[in-house]
């Protein structure tokens, strides 16, 4: 439905300095913050690069003829009749769209609900603090501000992460009383970890880019300028370093580029952040070709994840350099349609199962249906 991709699946409470994804919806998806990927992740935020690009739409619109969808999801067509008696009573209203998408952190469906077009949301989840996170970003968004959300998030690039800990709690606290009773439970435990230390930096997959970042800084490259910085030195010595800037094509076959991709997906690195995740050598390559083909696409800098991917943050300086949820307008128009449970709702189970359930129980179908967080 939407051209970009939301949050993964969080991380796994641990003890210690290893971090623990486990998948199994039954496990808590956090894991304890370790002191060194703090204070890594803080002095990485120091080093961002802002870009002002085209201002161009990131998320792909569905066909104003969908608006006409029949109750199978295709267009039907059957009512155009150009012999039409101009004094006819006028037709009613297109019926509006039922959606059902993948919960996942709540950014696609909140993001739907934009829509003028889109009657009600239904976001399905097999893990359930996915669920949690979408009912707290729900919450964040009926009653904060956008500049609030970002601070509870710790997505402010203004604000140091460990500076501003006690504003997040604070935040959290005023959502609270408008959490149901399990996500309210499930979020006191995690008070004075992801919540204080923000929420938008916490996650397994945030983990991995911090990583990435990391190496692409040691090797002084850097994707959202276009820039390689090579030594002419067979020693690498800083000093003699030389910038190069660069296509971000030629980015995607740059060894160096590899090398450091290479690194982060490695048995190594994974025993290093995360403790009993199955993955093997060939999904770990998969991955790799696949942050490295994106590269070579067109007009990528013009999606607001590329920004996201390499920086930790937003670009908040560009209208669409957020999640469509989060940019003004949108939030300004999900306030005035709806955003409570009668337009949209969370459900934890599978998909298949969920969607079967909700058929039998209201007899509809739904319009569109989205099976992938991509």
């Not at 870009?51 to 066909?63: E, I, L, R």
């Not at 093997?280 to 070709?289: G, K, R, T």
Request: hydrophobic share 35%; glycine share 4%.
């Amino acid at each position: 439905l939407l051209t970009r991709r939301t949050r993964m699946t969080m991380r796994v409470c641990s003890n210690g300095s290893a971090y623990t994804p486990d998948f199994s919806p039954s496990v808590l998806p956090f894991s304890h913050m370790n002191e060194d990927y703090q204070a890594e992740l803080e002095a990485l935020t120091t080093l961002q690069y802002w870009h002002t690009f085209p201002n161009k739409d990131s998320f792909a619109s569905v066909s104003s003829s969908s608006s006409h969808a029949s109750t199978t999801g295709i267009n039907n067509n059957n009512n155009d009749n150009s012999n039409t008696d101009s004094s006819a009573p006028a037709p009613p209203p297109p019926r509006k769209l039922r959606v059902l998408c993948i919960a996942s952190s709540g950014e696609t469906a909140l993001s739907l609900l934009s829509r003028e077009d889109v009657e009600s949301v239904d976001a399905v989840d097999l893990n359930p603090w996915q669920v949690y996170m979408s009912e707290l970003r729900r919450a964040a968004l009926i009653h904060l501000t956008r500049s609030e959300q970002l601070r509870l998030f710790g997505m402010d690039s203004a604000i140091p992460l460990s500076g501003d800990a006690e504003e997040r709690k604070a935040l959290y606290a005023r959502i609270r009383p408008h959490l149901p009773t399990a996500v309210q439970e499930a979020w006191d435990t995690r008070l004075d970890k992801e919540i204080a230390f923000g929420l938008g930096h916490s996650g397994q997959s945030e983990i991995i880019n911090h990583d990435i970042q990391q190496e692409l800084a040691k090797a002084g490259i850097d994707p959202l300028a276009g820039v390689v910085k090579r030594s002419s030195e067979a020693d690498n010595n800083q000093s003699d370093q030389e910038e190069h800037t660069v296509s971000r094509v030629h980015l995607a076959t740059d060894p160096g580029m590899l090398q450091c991709f290479q690194r982060v997906y490695s048995f190594e690195n994974f025993r290093r952040r995360f403790a009993q995740l199955h993955i093997n050598q060939a999904a770990m390559d998969e991955m790799i070709h696949r942050h490295l083909e994106v590269l070579s696409r067109p007009k990528i800098e013009d999606n607001y994840f590329f920004q996201y991917y390499y920086s930790n943050y937003h670009n908040l300086a560009k209208e669409d350099g957020t999640p469509l949820y989060l940019q003004p307008r949108a939030q300004e128009a999900i306030k005035r349609l709806g955003a409570d449970s009668s337009r949209l709702r969370f459900h934890v189970g599978d998909v298949i199962s969920v969607a079967n359930q909700l058929h039998t129980a209201s007899n509809a179908h739904f319009d569109l249906i989205s099976i992938s967080n991509i």
